[in-house]
């Protein structure tokens, strides 16, 4: 095969060699369609990618007994707050029958 | 599956906690409402009376019940006539005013008694408490049949 070329013919060729690009109909709107898809998709990995993550987390003997042991503590402190306040509305009760026990009038009403 | 029987099993315990925490710190409060004379338990409690005061008190008031409820009944009685000449009446007639009176007088008995049996009970306390029991009495006295809740509002303040 021949190798020889002829360099100016070669260079005419290239200088005359022209490229027109036909663009597609619809090439924009499908660009910024594969750039909302893939936006959708890297939101809505969070859900999936956490669920994981928590599931990996939870296998280990360690963080389970710590997630127990948060739960265990948040009852008895939720508990703690919310006896104080019914105790405290019991005892106004209590106090209000006490009054009203010995006042006649109170009971007229 | 693991992770997810775990989490159900911390759910249980957080929940399962309260329940029990809650239920165990409010049982003796709640008992002494529901029991017949919790408001005497109450007033030995609040004022901190010794088992010989208490006793003493439970007598005291055991024995004014009855004169309470007499005058309750007859203070609802005098108020009944009143509320009936009050409105079977057009002008203040001499039947109106003795029912007036008689109302007053129903109220200002109650009231006396009422008294006598404050500073009977403040005696039988130590003096710190009798004074805080005389001062817890004290709005309803002055202005008696107080409803409840804004004697417990006005001794809030």
Known sequence: MSTDFNDDELSQKLRAWRVEPQIPTGFQRDVWQRIAVRQTARAEAFWPSLTQWFSLRLARPQYAVALCAVMLMSGIGLARVQAQ???????????SRYT???DPLAMTR | M???VILVIAVLLGVGSYVLCFRSATAPMNAMLTQPAGELEWLRREFRLTDAQFERIKTMHRDYSPKCDAMCEKIAQTNGRL???IGSEKAVTPALRAAVHDSAVAQEECRQSLLAHVYAVSAEM???QGARYVAMMKPRLIEQG???DALIAKTAR
């Open chain 2, 83 to 85: 509320e009936a000449l």
């Open chain 2, 126 to 128: 130590s003096p710190e």
């Open chain 1, 100 to 102: 009203t026990s010995v």
């Open chain 2, 2 to 4: 693991k992770a997810f």
């Open chain 1, 85 to 95: 306040q019914a105790n405290a509305q019991t005892w106004r009760m209590l106090e």
């Open chain 2, 146 to 148: 107080l409803h409840a």
